[in-house]
């Protein structure tokens, strides 16, 4: 894949900085005309250079994330896995991994309070032979940081990152005080239909389409949507059901080919000042962060090249530190599932049925 030039990386920028903006917005944050930017738009979507999606608010929505690793002996049992990830209705993401963990990585989105439904499903698939180990990582209700990739920090010349770690981690910030939500768990269940989830579906598998694209594709489901109704539930959505949208960037094209998963503990007090730096001076890779009073869990996608100035502060930090790697070419993001709302009863789907059953057809 060709590197890119300095117009098409200030549009990336552009874009990064407001995911949603119109084509004339993005002309006024750019040089160049009208029809010179949407040729270049065309261009960089034509090649996959970047996708827009919608992640969920969770709290709102009133799910909890758990991540789990299941460790195999063989790769049969990784594909068996895969498809139960398939089959669950509330899995978010699943990757093969290997290092500290060799087997599978899933995240999954359930409903608050189903926790022991998921420990069910690995305990039944601990017992057939098919998973060897497990791990859950779940860490309740804390905060998560979640960064994303800054262009600016690209080199098209070198093709390479700028960024100095050293600096990064010896800088200092005024601490900041984790918030928690003050609006109910689920709020969303209370006006939700199924109709929303066919919308908040299509947000979450690219959000850059126009209403007209959205509305055929989930004509093609079976369920109409009338323009006017698709407008009106949609700025619904948006305001409720979405915490942000990301710009997700292709990994071959910027050399973030490297994807980690660390785990450890450490002082209350290092913890924190992480926390603080990802708060006001995240990191310009993707990357999802969470810290408790001693347990860090974050995902990074980077470079190669900076995988050791990462780690080896992170190595003179914590204790227990584990780094798995998270195959990439060998990974899944599912969108949310329509069925798995109660339309009628205002909550989400959470029978054994449902959520054991359904996983081991």
């Given at each position: 894949m060709s590197s890119l030039n300095g117009a098409y990386l200030s549009l990336l920028m552009a874009i990064q900085e407001n995911p949603l903006a119109t084509v004339?917005?993005?002309v006024d944050r750019v040089e160049g005309s009208k029809p010179t930017v949407i040729k270049r738009l065309s261009y960089l979507k034509k090649n996959k250079y970047f996708n827009i999606k919608?992640?969920?608010?969770?709290?709102q929505m009133g799910f909890d994330s758990v991540e789990v690793f299941l460790d195999t002996s063989n790769l049969k049992d990784v594909e068996r896995l895969e498809r139960v990830a398939t089959n669950h209705p509330y899995t978010s993401y699943r990757s093969r991994c290997f290092g500290s963990h060799n087997g599978l990585y899933m995240q999954f989105r359930i409903p608050i309070g189903t926790r022991k439904m998921v420990e069910e499903l690995i305990q039944i698939l601990t017992e057939d032979g098919t998973v060897t180990n497990h791990r859950i990582l779940s860490m309740g209700d804390e905060p998560t940081i979640i960064?994303?990739?800054k262009i600016d920090g690209w080199n098209p010349e070198s093709m390479s990152w700028k960024f100095d770690w050293v600096k990064w981690f010896e800088s200092e910030y005024d601490p900041v005080k984790p918030e928690k939500p003050k609006d109910p768990s689920g709020a969303v269940l209370q006006w939700m239909t199924k109709n929303d989830m066919h919308i908040l579906q299509q947000l979450m598998i690219s959000a850059k389409r126009s209403n007209t694209d959205m509305i055929q594709a989930i004509k093609k489901k079976g369920v109409s949507i009338t323009p006017q109704t698709f407008g009106r539930r949609l700025r619904?959505?948006?305001e409720s059901c979405v915490g942000r949208y990301r710009v997700g960037f292709n990994p071959l094209a910027f050399d973030i080919i490297t994807n980690i998963l660390i785990t450890g503990q450490g002082k209350k007090k290092y913890l924190r000042e992480l926390f603080s730096k990802m708060s006001?001076?995240?990191?310009p890779f993707e990357s999802t962060m969470r810290v408790s009073e001693s347990d860090i869990f974050w995902i990074v996608r980077m470079p190669p090249t900076h995988m050791s100035?990462?780690?080896s502060n992170l190595h003179l930090n914590l204790e227990n530190m584990a780094?798995?790697?998270i195959d990439y070419p060998n990974s899944y993001l599912y969108s949310i599932w329509p069925e798995t709302l109660d339309e009628e009863n205002h909550?989400?789907?959470q029978d054994r049925e449902f959520m054991i059953d359904q996983a081991l057809k």
């Open positions: 004339t917005e993005l919608a992640l969920l608010n969770l709290h960064s994303s990739m619904m959505i948006d006001i001076n995240p990191i100035s990462l780690l780094v798995t790697i909550a989400w789907r």
